[in-house]
T-cell receptor
Framework: AQTVTQSQPEMSVQEAETVTLSCTYDTSESDYYLFWYKQPPSRQMILVIRQEAYKQQNATENRFSVNFQKAAKSFSLKISDSQLGDAAMYFC???????????FGQGTRLTINP | DVKVTQSSRYLVKRTGEKVFLECVQDMDHENMFWYRQDPGLGLRLIYFSYDVKMKEKGDIPEGYSVSREKKERFSLILESASTNQTSMYLCASPPPNRGRDTEAFFGQGTRLTVV
């Protein structure tokens, strides 16, 4: 069974600085999808970014980018120019192809200091 | 926009009560999921359904059951609520797996307290 590990329960960063959230996963599959979800205080889960394992290029969405290291099974999220609205719980998630269920990590609570 | 709606944001129930958590999606999706979210544990899958009247156990099904009588509605049932079921419950519904990178859409969560 696949597992996802987020080793940082909490992180904090100064506004406008850059922060990196870590995620590692364990799988024997060669093709899969990885996601970062954001859960603000409203509790609504929001997809931040996704990565397909067969793509070598790291995904980027505006200020959010990932460092996908397939051999190391690592999928970190970098947030540049942090904003107060980035404060939230962040979850890393894994999905097998052909399956719909997501396997989540433990979550990282990100605080942005003004 | 895909909309997944959970009937309650907050619920307080007594130990031993039968509890129903309702989830409705308005996009005609076959797939629906119930997750439980606890601090330090992330989201864990309780049950999921690929179609009407179909259900499969997830990773932590003990103490729960589900009902999918209509495509748009997926209910999570706590047959006899216990204090260790105090948690946040999230419903999710991804579109059909015809694409390679479909994302799941979530409800707003129900925070259940069992006293």
């Amino acid at each position: 069974a696949q597992t996802v590990t987020q080793s940082q329960p909490e992180m904090s960063v100064q506004e406008a600085e850059t922060v990196t959230l870590s995620c590692t996963y364990d799988t024997s599959e060669s093709d899969y999808y990885l996601f970062w979800y954001k859960q603000p205080p409203s509790r609504q889960m929001i997809l931040v970014i996704r990565q397909e394992a067969y793509k070598q290029q790291n995904a980027t969405e505006n200020r959010f980018s990932v460092n996908f290291q397939k051999a190391a099974k690592s999928f970190s999220l970098k947030i540049s120019d942090s904003q107060l609205g980035d404060a939230a719980m962040y979850f890393c998630a894994y999905r097998s192809p052909g399956a719909q269920k997501l396997v989540f990590g433990q979550g990282t609570r990100l605080t942005i200091n003004p | 926009d895909v909309k997944v709606t959970q009937s309650s944001r907050y619920l307080v129930k007594r130990t031993g009560e039968k509890v129903f958590l309702e989830c409705v999606q308005d996009m005609d999706h076959e797939n629906m999921f119930w997750y439980r979210q606890d601090p330090g544990l992330g989201l864990r899958l309780i049950y999921f359904s690929y179609d009407v009247k179909m259900k499969e156990k997830g990773d932590i099904p003990e103490g729960y059951s589900v009902s999918r009588e209509k495509k748009e509605r997926f209910s999570l049932i706590l047959e006899s609520a216990s204090t260790n079921q105090t948690s946040m419950y999230l419903c999710a519904s991804p579109p059909p797996n015809r694409g390679r990178d479909t994302e799941a859409f979530f409800g707003q969560g129900t925070r259940l307290t069992v006293v």
